[in-house]
């Protein structure tokens, strides 16, 4: 399970299922980190990083890296992070030896961002995604915390905290109904941060269903059961949680 760490707008991501062992799928997911007013060096970085062109992107950091080296924290912080989002991705091969090369690469950027910059919530999500990604439920999990205990306004925690637990609960059936209740809470809280996201809204709606609280359910779900943002894994979970709690 390999989340990609392009960042795009979140309605457009394919976020995994929640609950009841839907498969899971992910597409790039955007963190709602306010970057507005940034560096225009780091603005192009972030630019070419979202248009395939990640090796110029990738060159671009470099430069600002060793030309800036005494920027503002944060400014330096969020370059290391476009970086080591751009190395993760590229980890993503058949060539198991070369992924964990790039991994490495991504955890020292992100490490560092986290260490010189601890606001940088991308910072702990990458490192929490590199764990996650190598089997490291646990690990990824606590670096989703430190995430929101730094960056509390960072969505995309609160999303990636409830994937973790999501997974956690289909291999844990025993303490299943223990973690998708931390799953509704997290979810919960990323409703808050974005209202009205039709894909959060939707699976919040899921796992509102599943946890027997259906009279809510069916309030949230009848509004994006059809939403095309929706993937189809979660499309269906949301119809058969609205049929079956109607």
């Known amino acids: 399970i390999k989340p990609n760490l392009n960042f795009q707008k979140i309605n457009n991501y394919q976020p995994s299922s929640i609950a009841n062992g839907i498969s899971l799928i992910f597409n790039p997911l955007y963190n709602y980190s306010n ?14 990083s979202k248009n395939g ?3 110029l992107a990738i060159e671009m ?11 503002l924290p944060k400014n ?10 751009m190395l993760y991705n590229k980890g993503q091969t058949k060539d198991s030896a070369f992924n964990a090369i790039q991994f490495n690469q991504a955890y020292s950027l992100f490490s560092e961002a986290s260490n010189i910059y601890p606001s940088n919530g991308d910072a702990w999500i990458g490192m929490g ?4 990604t190598n089997g490291d ?11 929101i205990e730094n960056d509390p306004d960072n969505v995309m925690a609160y999303v990636y905290s409830a994937e973790l637990l999501g997974i956690m609960a289909t291999q844990n059936p025993g303490l299943g109904a223990k973690y998708n209740q931390e799953v509704e809470k997290f979810l919960a809280k990323a409703i808050k941060i974005a ?8 699976r919040y709606g899921i796992i509102l269903g599943v946890n027997n609280k259906c009279d809510e359910a069916v309030e949230i ?4 059961i059809d939403h095309p943002s929706l993937n189809p894994q979660d499309a269906e979970a949301a119809k058969r949680i609205y049929m079956n709690c109607k």
């Not at 950091?61 to 920027?71: E, P, Q, S």
């Not at 439920?137 to 995430?147: E, Q, R, S, V």
């Not at 209202?195 to 939707?202: E, K, L, Q, T, Y």
């Open 137 to 147: 439920f646990n690990t990824g999990l606590l670096n989703m915390k430190k995430a």
């Open 53 to 55: 062109k990640q090796d």
């Open 129 to 132: 995604v590199i764990a996650w």
């Open 221 to 224: 779900l009848e509004n994006f």
């Open 61 to 71: 950091a470099d430069k600002y890296l060793k030309i800036n080296a005494n920027d």
């Open 195 to 202: 209202p009205g996201d039709p894909v959060i809204s939707a």
């Open 35 to 48: 970057y507005d007013g940034e560096v225009s060096e780091i603005a192009a970085i972030d630019y070419y």
């Open 76 to 85: 330096r912080s969020r370059a290391l992070v476009l970086k080591g989002n």
